[in-house]
């Protein structure tokens, strides 16, 4: 967290509006972005969340306007397994956003970050969050297909969806105002700590939703061109019928990638861009069973913004 | 780019239209009749058949840096109110000694022949047309006819993708009258045939593109089963498309959760319910319309991306638009325009189009 404070707060040009090691608390934000990101930690989890206004050095619910009621992180969106020590980490960031990714043990990745998406439309809001949560349990740490991990800009619908991706948005139609947040499909209704809706939204990354089909795109027969696949959001409102959705935006500057031939850690160069991918958490091989984290050939690519 | 709209006073009337439009562009868009019946009918299965087969060249319109060229020929059946046109893609052009001694059909490397189903009286018609490519969208009572000819904007190079031409009319049949609303007439928004095969020699379809082993295949997204459409997954048009998941857990992706954009936003039945209908986006000052690129599919030799079909989108009309509504991109500087129709005789909110209109 030392280095991502250290990171965010030079050349990001992001404000820490609180960082303290002792407390585990960090709350971060930037011009631009419509929220700030608290995170609170302890010795193996990483918790993040969208706040309104920072109060003080005090816990996720006591800031204003909190993303939830709880201030148990295991409650709460996290990321699991961050023990350490990390082999290795990469930091993602351009104008509105840090994209983290975390090696959190040999060849085993975790996918986290926030900012601000490229907005359809001239609502209010913006902000993301994202954290990699990957269930641990043995009838799921080898099945990437279980809904019960939240890794990175997932979709996966339903099933502890308190953890999943969440973003602002007010006066959004659909929505019961007045209301701040939109989560990852949540089956069950939620609130914020302001007792308001927590609303029905769709990520469209690797798990679900209509872009998984792009998850089986592979490289190209003729020159080996990768498809890197843009992540939408979706507001999903399931009050009508049929439902109703709404394309929000796109996250800036991280695809999903089949990573059929690719290797960890490879650069893509498409056109003046340069993308790095990895494994959603480790390359394996579909039907494998072994009891261990992996996830076939689903992946995240990030753009390399170097200046 | 260039477009033009007008009213044509028939089927024929709007072959020269669309002739005087096409060759009158040069020289900042170069096509060529290089064969034009329309004073002298040379078609053999009928007395009023005119053909016309046009040279393009799109040395300057980026890759492939080529020419390339297309058919069209008039059909007719005025018993059964049927007219419209015929559409073939070639690789060249023959005229043969004696001139015109080769006909439509016997052109270098012809593609299947495509239809678009048109009236004997007055359509309204909008015509678009770049370097590579020419879509064509005629208003016929109240269906809309599509008709696309030339390069796709493919994800290779001219040497990896030399000639990626793509044809593609209304209907894979020429039996349809311009108001018949049989399920499988549909077309690129959602391209149709009425045959399961995706081999060439027996397969039909709406939509044909050119690869590089020289193959003309079948883009089709279902065929008619009954009154429902039956998704057909081997060659296919994006978003509406279906993938062959059978290929899916070995390719990584994810076969347990499936709502594929056809599974979600689309039913398989006219008037149907889909799972989820595509509402607009708060805009200023107008909502927003998304557009999302028609991208051909590959499901074989692996689930790949093919190119895109040249500025044409599909769209959702839930929100209010409707056919020829002009939506706006005002996301980018200067404003981009979109003319929306619907897909054919379709009114549901799924079967909509978009075309760049510039």
Redesign the interface.
């Known amino acids: 967290m030392d280095k991502l404070n250290t990171f965010l707060t030079g050349t990001a040009g992001w404000t820490a509006d609180l960082f303290n090691l002792t407390t585990r608390r960090a709350v971060w934000s930037k011009a631009g972005v419509s929220c700030k990101v608290m995170f609170y930690w302890d010795t193996n989890n990483i918790g993040n969340a969208m706040i309104q206004t920072y109060v003080g050095d005090v816990a996720l619910t006591s800031q204003g306007g909190a993303e939830y009621t709880s201030n148990t992180i295991t409650s709460n969106r996290y990321t699991n397994m961050m023990t350490g020590p990390y082999p290795s980490y990469h930091f993602f960031e351009d104008d509105n956003y840090i994209h983290v990714v975390v090696e959190r043990s040999s060849g085993i990745y975790r996918h986290f970050g926030f900012g601000q998406m490229n907005k359809?439309?001239?609502?209010v809001g913006g902000c993301y969050v994202y954290s990699g949560y990957w269930d641990q349990n043995a009838s799921y740490i080898d099945n990437?297909?279980s809904?019960q991990h939240h890794m990175g800009l997932h979709g996966?619908?339903s099933n502890n969806s308190t953890f999943g991706p969440g973003w602002h948005a007010e006066g959004?139609?659909d929505t019961v105002a007045p209301s701040k947040y939109f989560r990852n499909t949540i089956s069950t209704a939620a609130n914020d700590d302001d007792g308001e809706d927590i609303n029905n939204g769709f990520v469209f990354g690797?798990?679900?939703?209509?872009?998984?089909?792009f998850?089986?795109?592979?490289?190209?027969?003729?020159?080996g061109?990768k498809?890197l696949m843009p992540i939408p959001f979706y507001q999903?409102y399931f009050g009508s019928?049929?439902?109703?959705?709404?394309?929000?935006g796109y996250v800036p500057d991280m695809r999903t990638v089949?990573?059929?031939g690719l290797t960890v850690g490879q650069e893509v160069v498409v056109g003046a861009d340069t993308w790095v991918v990895f494994p959603v958490v480790r390359p394996g091989n579909?039907?494998l069973s072994f009891n261990q984290e992996q996830s076939?050939?689903?992946g995240y690519a990030y753009k390399k913004v170097t200046t | 780019m260039a477009k033009t709209t007008g009213t044509a006073t028939s089927y024929l009337q709007l072959m020269t239209e669309f002739r005087d439009f096409l060759t009158g562009l040069s020289p900042t868009i170069s096509m060529t009749a290089v064969r034009d019946t329309s004073t002298s009918p040379v078609g053999a299965s009928s007395p009023d058949t005119t053909e016309m087969i046009f040279e393009g060249d799109a040395s300057n319109g980026g890759s492939p840096e080529r020419k390339w060229y297309f058919g069209i020929r008039s059909y007719q059946d005025s018993g059964s109110g049927i007219f419209g046109w015929g559409v073939r893609g070639y690789t060249g052009f023959d005229d043969g000694s004696p001139v015109g001694s080769v006909s439509f059909d016997d052109q270098p490397d012809p593609s299947p022949e495509v239809y678009v189903p048109l009236q004997d009286t007055s359509m309204t018609y909008w015509i678009w047309a770049n370097e590579r490519r020419v879509v064509m969208v005629v208003k016929t009572g109240t269906s809309y006819q599509w008709f696309h000819a030339g390069f796709l904007d493919t994800?290779?190079?001219e040497t990896?993708?030399p000639y990626p031409l793509m044809i593609c009319g209304s209907s894979f049949a020429n039996t349809y009258t311009f108001a018949a609303n049989n399920i499988d007439y549909s077309s690129m928004i959602d391209p149709a045939g009425n045959s399961t095969e995706a081999i060439p020699a027996s397969a039909t379809s709406v939509m044909w593109v050119r690869f590089?082993d020289g193959t003309w295949w079948p883009i089709k997204n279902f065929r008619t089963s009954g009154t429902t459409a039956s998704a057909l997954g081997d060659r296919n048009v994006w978003?509406l498309?279906s993938?062959v998941t059978s290929?899916?857990?070995?390719?990584?992706?994810?076969?347990?959760?499936?709502?594929?954009?056809r599974?979600?936003?689309y039913s398989s039945t006219a008037g149907g319910?889909?799972?989820?209908?595509?509402?607009?986006?708060?805009?200023?000052p107008d909502?927003?319309t998304?557009l999302f690129p028609l991208t051909i599919?590959w499901n074989t030799?692996?689930?790949?991306?093919i190119g895109e079909i040249s500025g044409v989108f599909w769209c959702s009309s839930?929100g209010g638009v409707t056919s020829e509504d002009e939506i706006i991109d005002n996301?980018v500087s200067p404003e981009q325009k979109y003319l929306v129709f619907k897909n054919v005789h379709r009114t549901d909110a799924w079967q909509f189009g978009a075309v760049k209109d510039e």
């Open positions: 359809l439309g001239d609502w990437p297909h809904i996966a619908n959004f139609p690797y798990m679900d939703g209509p872009n998984v089909q998850m089986a795109l592979q490289e190209s027969s003729l020159n061109f498809p999903w019928a049929p439902d109703r959705a709404r394309l929000m089949n990573m059929h579909e039907g076939y050939n689903y | 994800f290779a190079t990896e993708y590089t978003p498309a993938f290929d899916w857990p070995t390719d990584g992706a994810n076969a347990g959760a499936v709502r594929e954009w599974a979600a936003f319910t889909p799972t989820v209908l595509l509402a607009q986006t708060p805009g200023s909502d927003i998304p599919i030799p692996s689930t790949q991306l839930t996301a």
